[in-house]
């Protein structure tokens, strides 16, 4: 059984600066092209979250979908710098109509986050999903919120009573 602590410290890792290292699953990033990475994701995270660009940002949404670029806006809410618009990005996720299903896990531990918004917005791109899913993953899934749920406020339990209900539709499939 995993205790709201181990959650916690589980989902912290993915944020912590000197832990996480900025890696695309499935590309070969050469040392070089880094920095190039680290800007895309500075100049994204200012894109889709400054209001002053709030005209372009649809645009933005299209472009990433068009060029299968989820990784890039992953990487964004990841990064330690968005830390304070993690929930802005997360809402372009689903903003952004791209299927993010084999993120299940990744979407679960930001559901299961402290902060009431990235909860929020997690929960509504999990709910967005089309699938296909990984078994393991929603039953997995299932129980990290099952346990987690005994551990928080009553606020949130409605939130992550859907969740368990849209985790348990995806389990059918």
Known sequence: MITMEEKTEDLKKYFDPTEYITKIIGKEIAAEEVPDLENKVANLITLLTDPANKEIKEQALLTLKKDKEEDLLLLA???????????????ACWESEINFS?????????????????????????STMEGPFNREHVIEGLKKVKAAKKNISSERVVLLNDLIVTLEDFSKE
């Open 77 to 91: 809410i990841a990064s330690p710098k968005a830390k304070e618009h993690r929930h802005k990005l997360i809402a």
């Open 102 to 126: 084999k993120y299940l896990p990744f979407f679960i531990l930001l559901a299961l986050d402290d902060d009431y918004m990235v909860s929020l917005e997690a929960i509504t791109v999990i």
